[in-house]
């Protein structure tokens, strides 16, 4: 088991900045990923970032160039450095860790969930 604690989400205004930070602990597998998931109202769960064990990111078309991920393995975290954020950014953002059974190649494995942590970009 994985656990998983967002923090650092808020209410800011449009243009500005926000950084959440995700700890996970338990029993996280040598390959991993570690990411943020969001979901806005009425919308379906869609990924925003996602960090590889060894550092490799892949990010949504909508936030390239405005937010970065990034990840301590030693402590288990993962952040989400998020600038020049629009009003459409507003949604709950999700950590996700997902251990791989075998290879990153092989989809085959468990993901984990945090509860969430509220972002609100005004207009």
């Known amino acids: 088991q994985v656990q998983l604690v967002e923090s650092g989400g808020g209410l800011v205004q449009a243009g500005g900045s926000l950084r959440l930070s995700c700890a996970a602990s338990?029993?996280?597998?040598?390959?991993?990923?570690m990411g943020w998931y969001r979901q806005a109202p009425g919308k379906k769960r869609e990924l925003v970032a996602v960090?590889?064990?060894?550092?490799?990111?892949n990010y949504a078309d909508s936030v390239k160039g405005r937010f970065t991920i990034s990840r301590d393995n030693t402590n288990n975290t993962v952040a989400l450095q998020m600038n020049s954020l629009k009003p459409e950014d507003t949604a709950v953002y999700y950590c996700?860790?997902?251990?791989?059974?075998?290879?990153?190649?092989?989809?085959?494995?468990?993901?984990?969930w945090g509860r969430g942590t509220l972002v609100t970009v005004s207009s």
């Open positions: 960090i590889t064990s060894g550092g490799s990111t």
């Open positions: 996700n860790v997902k251990n791989y059974y075998y290879s990153a190649y092989d989809p085959r494995g468990v993901d984990y």
């Open positions: 338990g029993s996280i597998f040598s390959i991993n990923t």
